[in-house]
C-alpha cells in the first residue's frame, strides 16, 4: 500500500511539473517608453510606475545621437535608473542617417557610435523603428546597411532589428523579373537572419492585412521580439482587432523571445499608468506555444 501511494505522488509530481513546464509564468514582460512619453517627468517617478505597473524591462525611444544620451542621462546613467527601479534595460528604437542621402561610409560610422551608447547602456538590442522608403533602390541600400549594422552589433554582443508600421505590408514594389514583392517580404529576402531580426508590431501587421500566422511558417524564427498591441489597450474587448490567442499558438515558430507592449494612446479619462497595467495583466494571460 505503501508503496502505491509513493508511486502516486511521483506520478501526480511529474505530472505537476510538466504542467507547470508547458503552462508557466508569462511574466516577463517589457514596455516601449514611447507609451508614456509625456508622462515620464520627473525620469525615476516614471520608471518607479512602469514598474509597479508589473513590467520587468524597457524598451526606450529617446537616444540623443549628438550627445549619446538617453532620456537626458548618459547611458551609464540611465542603466542604473532603470535598475535602481527594478527595471532591465533591454533595448531601443533609434533610426540612423537615410543611406540614399548619406554616404554608407558615414551611415556605418554613425551606427558604430551609436552602437557604442547602447552597449554602455546595457541593451541587448537596437532596433531601427522605421525607414523613409520610396523605390525599389532606397530598399536594397537599407538592406545593405542593415546587414552590415546587424554584423557590428554582433560583434559588440548586441543584436539589430527593424520594427514595421503598416505600409511594409501594402506597399508592392516591381522586381527586375516583373515579379512584385511588399517591402516587408524584400526585407525578410534581403537581410542575413544571423545580422537582422525582425520586432514584429502585431497591430500594424494586421492593420496592414498581413496574415501573422503564415508569415511565421514562411519565415520560422526570423521574429525574436514582439510589438504586443492593438488600438488602444491590450485585452480590450471593444476595440482590440489583433487575434493574440491564436498569434501565441506559434511563438516557439516564430522564434518570439521578448514580448515589448507598446500604446499609441489611453481610453479617454483613464491613468496612463494604470492603462498600460491593464495591457501588461492581459499579456500575462498568455501562454506562448
Not at 509625456?38 to 510606475?49: F, I, M, R
Not at 529617446?62 to 535598475?83: H, I, M, Q, V
Amino acid at each position: 500500500m505503501k508503496r502505491f501511494f509513493t508511486a502516486i505522488v511521483l506520478t501526480l509530481s511529474l505530472f505537476a511539473a510538466s504542467g507547470c513546464k508547458e503552462k508557466g509564468a508569462n511574466d516577463f514582460i517589457g514596455l516601449q517608453m514611447y507609451s508614456v512619453r509625456s508622462y515620464l517627468d520627473p525620469l525615476d517617478e516614471g520608471l518607479a510606475k512602469i514598474s509597479e505597473a508589473g513590467y520587468s524591462f524597457v524598451e526606450m525611444a529617446n537616444y540623443n545621437d549628438e550627445a549619446g544620451l538617453f532620456y537626458g542621462r548618459t547611458p551609464g546613467e540611465f542603466k542604473s535608473l532603470c535598475e535602481a527601479n527594478g527595471l532591465q534595460v533591454l533595448c531601443s528604437h533609434t533610426n540612423g542617417p537615410n543611406p540614399d542621402r548619406t554616404p554608407m561610409e558615414d551611415c556605418v560610422e554613425w551606427w558604430r557610435r551609436a552602437i557604442g551608447h547602447h552597449s554602455a547602456a546595457g541593451c541587448i538590442a537596437i532596433v531601427a523603428p522605421a525607414m523613409a522608403c520610396d523605390s525599389l533602390q532606397t530598399l536594397a541600400r537599407y538592406c545593405e546597411l542593415y546587414n552590415k549594422v546587424g554584423e557590428m552589433c554582433n560583434e559588440q554582443g548586441l543584436k539589430f532589428g527593424y520594427h514595421n508600421h503598416d505600409n511594409e505590408f501594402k506597399f508592392k514594389y516591381t522586381q527586375e523579373d516583373g515579379s512584385e514583392i511588399t517591402w516587408y517580404d524584400y526585407l525578410l529576402a534581403n537581410t542575413d537572419p544571423d545580422k537582422v531580426f525582425f520586432e514584429l508590431d502585431l497591430y500594424w501587421a494586421t492593420v496592414g492585412g498581413a496574415d501573422i500566422v503564415e508569415l511565421f511558417k514562411a519565415n520560422p524564427g526570423r521574429f525574436y521580439m514582439w510589438h504586443v498591441k492593438d488600438e488602444i489597450e491590450v485585452g480590450d474587448p471593444a476595440t482590440n482587432i489583433v487575434p493574440f490567442s491564436e498569434i501565441y499558438k506559434y511563438a516557439s515558430l516564430a522564434g518570439m523571445k521578448y514580448q515589448i507592449v507598446e500604446q499609441e494612446g489611453f481610453p479617454e479619462g483613464s491613468n496612463p499608468y494604470e492603462s498600460v497595467k491593464r495591457s501588461c495583466d492581459y499579456v500575462k494571460t498568455m501562454r506562448p506555444e
